[in-house]
């Protein structure tokens, strides 16, 4: 039982704090805590400020975005998102347009 995370490297269990750093004995990895929050912030999906997206959320396009066959204008409000895996991080129906896939940097959170 203890309270330090397990090794990103090796996934060990005998890790240890050493002043700020964490340190596994068995790979001789050595990590901050801070490292750890930056990653798990990296797999969150954010709009173009930096605000945390969600499932269900409705967010306004921040560009004018080209895709095959049209524009979505800059300023168009699009509902209900949905996040996915993948360069485009973003499902979502737009009105007139139909399905659409998104980047969340291309949006703000309405
Ligand atoms: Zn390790």
Redo the contacts with the bound molecule.
Sequence with gaps: MTDFPN??????EF?YADGPLFV??????EWSPSDEAAAAEEDATRDANGNLLENGDAVIVVKDLKFNGGVVKGGTKVKNIRIVDGDHDIDCKIDGIGAMSLKSEFVKKA
């Excluded at 090794?7 to 060990?12: A, K, R, S, T, Y």
């Excluded at 596994?24 to 990895?29: D, M, Q, T, V, Y």
């Design positions: 090794c990103p490297q090796c996934d060990g890790t596994c004995p068995s790979c001789a990895h």
